[in-house]
């Protein structure tokens, strides 16, 4: 199945927000904002945060290609990373502060997006999807969202030519860069 149009919009997060736990609002949070696999996310650690000359980034080598990505923390990350008690390593944990599976990670989230009304079509892996849609739309270049993601630049001009057709606004101007970036074809 194609999932490349399903997204968690504003409104979707909004909704977990005001009705899910803490726990849960955290792993839709840092999911949608860093982009990272379940199986990443259930591994972040506090120490994975680096300061920068202009603030703060997330510096995880990926599971999946064992690349480096560079997350830059935005204020809503940061949020979520600040109020992570200071004796607890993982920034995402289960309701008894203990270590999150893949499964319990994107079961928990699944459970509240049913009790907010939401579309049955959501889930936790449509973070990533959710993430590339927001740099794209942001105006980032191929080798930056391939940094952000841990992507090499292939890998991120492919996947990025299957986002583009969530964002119509912007679509002829990503395939045109898109064809740039690749040496011209179209």
Do not use: F
């Not at 968690?8 to 609002?25: F, G, H, L, Q």
């Not at 259930?42 to 300061?51: M, P, W």
């Amino acid at each position: 199945m194609d999932r490349s149009e399903i997204v968690w919009t504003s409104a979707d997060r909004e909704a977990i927000d005001a009705k899910a736990p803490e726990w849960v609002r955290r792993i839709l949070c840092v999911a949608s904002e860093t982009g990272l696999r379940p199986g990443d996310l259930i591994k972040l650690t506090t120490g994975a945060v680096e300061k920068t000359p202009a603030g703060r980034r997330l510096r995880v080598r990926t599971n999946k290609r064992g690349r480096m990505a560079h997350i830059p923390i935005t204020p809503k990350l940061a949020k979520v990373i600040d109020t992570t008690p200071r004796d607890r390593l993982l920034i995402l944990t289960n309701a008894s502060g203990d270590q999150l599976t893949e499964h319990r990670a994107s079961e928990g989230l699944r459970q509240w997006r049913d009790k907010a009304g939401l579309s049955r079509d959501l889930r936790l892996q449509d973070c990533r999807g959710t993430a590339a849609t927001r740099l794209l739309n942001a105006g980032l270049s191929l080798s930056e969202i391939a940094n952000h993601m841990g992507w090499s630049i292939r890998h991120a001009a492919n996947v990025i030519e299957h986002y583009a057709r969530v964002s119509l606004g912007e679509t002829d101007a990503v395939l045109v860069k898109l064809a740039q970036a690749k040496g011209g074809e179209q």
